[in-house]
């Protein structure tokens, strides 16, 4: 079995993939243990030894930050926080991106700044094992006081409220927890706020987008390869000494990953009529070399996050202090968002280009890619639909960040609206993976019009694997069929292993 140790070891996007997709278990630490039972024994001297008032401690929250609570009901307090901010609504959270919250709630509250009890964070790390994954929602956060909504529906079972899912079902916590023996936890003194303050909805978002932007970025490059050798494109756009002067580095990357693909490619090396392509062929460098550059950007911005606790009142044990200041701000994640979501949707426009001139019935290539084009319409409304996703993510790649809708009675008077950008940016992703796959269908198609002559050996093996599940067409048929089934073609495509491979 695989473990993942818990600890102050910085995490990272590939590790988070690892753990994720070879299902490792998590376990605590013995310093990570120590942490969290050093902060929380600090804790309950200083609640035990003092009156004075401690923002969401012995207070109330938000605007009600000056209404003292008695020592007899903060554990009330705590679980009324918890059940009154269970207020998500619309679809549901993906599974794959409730484990991620999980896992990095249980890293925030690792670090020994939050003041849980090592009971909490040991369940939390339980219901991951377990893969018992609260049913949370995706409206509700502002970003800001953290994730409070979702956060709060991701604590709910704690306290043996709320819904997960496990073995494909959704069940009451209740039940679950009666089936593993797990008694309900009774929440003391600054637990339900360091639970449902953070930015573990919108980090994991981020996470899981990213661990996918990594795959399809590169497989952005790829079928854009095939399009360019299919349309007889020219190679020298993608020399180096042209990238050389003008040094951004994910520019000078793509152009060389392009040669690199194209390399051995009997198309690309035939004498050319034409002296230029389109700049959806010949700026690809400068195109998707750019979103790469933005990703990495937005990549590392979410490993600081995710190393990082993010709840309120901070607590320092060694220094005997208890600041209340606003770590759960998603003020940087939202922006990063907002960027990534740019620069995927920018990915998807440039890919719909080329769709277009495949199909534009030039180089010799046919209208629309089909024998017989009028009695057969052929590729002609696949593009449509690519347009369509395209203009649809244009629309959701508008910024989130940059509004603002003051709450809890002027308290919280700015907010980042990073959820909202993360759960933007998730369908951006998702119609990324569209157009990509309505521009390989193409692609595919007119690479067999350059027949005899070959492509590289890395487009013909990646073809060959493709047209195992999709055929070439040679009349009319129910094309929605065939998008699908390219798009799961993409979505079951492990680009690492072909990547050794080749």
Not at 82 to 97: F, I, K, T
């Amino acid at each position: 079995m695989n473990i993942h140790f818990i600890s102050d070891k910085p995490l990272n996007i590939d590790t988070l993939k690892v753990i994720l997709q070879e299902n490792f278990k998590l376990e605590l630490a013995a310093e990570t243990k120590q942490r969290i039972s050093k902060c929380r024994k600090y804790l309950d001297e200083k609640i035990a030894l003092s009156d004075e008032p401690i923002y969401g401690i012995n207070t109330g929250f938000g605007s009600l930050y000056d209404k003292s609570i008695s020592k007899s009901d903060l554990n009330t307090l705590q679980r009324n926080l918890v059940m009154s901010h269970a207020c998500g609504l619309g679809d549901e959270v993906p599974l794959d991106v409730v484990k991620l919250m999980l896992l990095l709630k249980i890293q925030s509250l690792s670090y020994g700044n939050s003041g849980v009890q090592l009971t909490t964070v040991e369940r939390l790390v339980s219901f991951y094992n377990e893969n018992v994954l609260p049913q949370i929602f995706q409206l509700g956060s502002l970003g800001a006081s953290g994730d409070l909504a979702p956060l709060a529906h991701l604590a709910l079972p704690l306290i043996g409220l709320g819904k997960v899912y496990y073995k494909g079902a959704l069940c009451e916590a209740e039940a679950i927890n009666k089936k593993f023996a797990w008694e309900p936890i009774t929440l003391q003194s600054k637990e339900g706020l360091a639970l449902l303050n953070g930015t573990q909805f919108m980090a994991a978002y981020g996470a899981y987008l990213l661990i996918e932007a990594k795959k399809y970025t590169f497989l952005a490059n790829l079928i854009s390869a095939i399009s360019l050798d299919a349309y007889d494109g020219r190679i020298e756009p993608f020399h180096p000494r042209v990238h050389e002067i003008r040094p951004h580095k994910g520019q000078i990357d793509t152009a060389k990953t392009i040669r690199s693909i194209l390399d051995g490619s009997q198309i690309i090396q035939q004498q050319k009529v034409h002296v230029q392509d389109p700049y959806s062929f010949r700026c690809i460098p400068q195109v998707h070399g750019a979103s790469q550059d933005a990703i990495a950007y937005v990549q590392s911005v979410f490993e600081t996050e995710i190393n990082s606790a993010t709840d309120n009142p901070n607590i320092f044990p060694d220094e005997d202090l208890i600041i209340s200041a606003g770590n759960f701000h998603g003020q940087p994640l939202a922006i990063s968002l907002d960027f990534l979501s740019i620069s995927l949707a920018e990915l998807g426009n440039i890919s719909e280009r080329r769709i277009y001139r495949l199909i534009s019935g030039k180089r010799g290539l046919p209208s629309f890619l089909v024998h017989e084009p009028g009695l057969n319409s052929g590729f002609m409304i696949p593009q449509y639909t690519a347009a369509s996703i395209v203009s649809q993510n244009k629309q959701l790649a508008t910024p989130a960040s940059v509004d603002s809708i003051s709450s809890s009675q002027d308290q919280e008077d700015h907010v980042s609206m990073g959820a909202n950008a993360a759960t933007k940016a998730y369908k951006i992703m998702e119609n990324l993976k569209r157009i990509l796959a309505i521009e390989l269908f193409n692609a595919a198609q007119a690479l067999e019009f350059r027949r005899p002559l070959r492509s590289s050996q890395k487009i013909e093996s990646f073809v060959a694997l493709y047209r195992e599940k999709i055929e070439f067409i040679t009349a009319d048929k129910l094309m929605h069929n065939e998008i699908k089934k390219s798009i799961a073609f993409l979505e079951a495509f492990d680009v690492e292993k072909y990547q050794s491979i080749i």
